[in-house]
């Protein structure tokens, strides 16, 4: 079966509120992505004022029980902020529904702060997919080079107090800070903080992209069948934030001989077809910007996240037509 794969997303006028035990909580519509999902990745955008936070789950057509995703609050100071252990079907941030799922919908508990102030939810959306990933590597969409101009942000100047593990949050900085919208006292440590899940660290990719999202007004998780579609998303002007992993020497040039998970910029491609990205696992600012083997790198980002980005863009900004911008298809 080819890959199939579906992002859908709802404003927050499109649910259904209730109000139980002193808990408002929103729920969307049923989504049938037309397949049998086999991972769901929630985003959302939303607001929470001091003390108030969400719990984001998912339910399957045909069961009663909802999946917790996570518990989710905004700040650098967020102590209801993390993942939720001990369902065996939630891994961190992926639901893999048993047997697979035919239909989904989403619920967001809106848990009010101590003096009564709800969270403000904006957005909820999710991507889907099942089958396997394509095992040959994509042919270019044109023959030109087109390259955006990303500020390159390296997590290895950070190393001493931790920095080894940001390359989730020093990615998002960099595109955030190419859509103008990072804050200019914003270091890396500082985004750390604002995406830490004590439970996994700083690379949660929901919580990555609900910072992203209050900032730069919209970002969201979902995947792409190949390169093909990343350039897409380059001709749009919109850099994505890659989810890669590979073996030892798989991926020529790399900072990192080899990982078990990396988040990288790709911000465009050359006149052949290969990959320009910004890599954060590299020593220095300087030395952030790296070129791919095509080859290589999709099969580092298929292979290794099943083809997982974010997207962070302005309103101003249009997405690409496809199954995995909930664009009109």
């Not at 959302?44 to 719990?55: C, D, H, L, V």
């Amino acid at each position: 079966m080819p890959r199939r794969i579906r992002y859908d997303a709802w404003p927050a006028a499109d649910g259904r509120l209730t109000r139980r035990d002193h808990l408002t909580t929103w729920t969307s519509p049923w989504c049938e992505p037309g397949f049998a999902l086999t991972d769901l990745v929630a985003s959302w955008r939303a607001g929470t004022p001091t003390g108030s936070w969400i719990e984001v789950a998912a339910q399957a057509g045909g069961s009663n029980r909802w999946h917790t995703l996570a518990h989710w609050q905004a700040g650098r100071r967020a102590p209801r902020r993390t993942s939720v252990d001990g369902d065996a079907e939630v891994d961190t941030d992926i639901w893999c529904p048993t047997g697979g799922a035919t239909a989904y919908r989403l619920r967001v508990g809106l848990h009010p702060s101590p003096a009564g102030h709800l969270p403000v939810l904006a957005r909820v959306g999710a991507v889907v997919a099942a089958g396997p990933v394509r095992t040959t590597t994509s042919s270019p969409l044109r023959r030109t080079a087109r390259v955006l101009d990303v500020p390159r942000l390296s997590q290895m100047t950070w190393k001493h107090v931790g920095g080894g593990g940001w390359c989730s949050p020093t990615s998002v900085s960099m595109v955030l800070a190419h859509a103008g919208t990072l804050p200019p006292a914003t270091d890396i440590p500082a985004a750390a903080a604002e995406v830490r899940d004590p439970a996994y660290g700083a690379g949660n990719w929901s919580f990555n992209t609900a910072w992203a999202a209050a900032l730069a007004g919209n970002a969201f998780v979902t995947r792409l069948a190949d390169l093909r579609d990343a350039e897409r998303f380059v001709d749009a002007g919109i850099p994505l934030v890659a989810s890669v992993a590979y073996p030892p020497g798989a991926l020529r040039g790399a900072p990192t001989h080899g990982t078990t998970g990396h988040l990288v910029v790709i911000r465009g491609f050359t006149a052949t077809g290969d990959v320009v990205t910004n890599d954060p696992g590299a020593p220095t600012d300087r030395s952030v910007r790296r070129t791919y083997d095509r080859g290589q790198l999709e099969r580092a980002w298929l292979h290794g996240s099943g083809g997982l980005v974010y997207v962070v863009h302005r309103a101003d900004q249009a997405l690409p037509r496809g199954p995995f911008s909930g664009a009109a298809r």
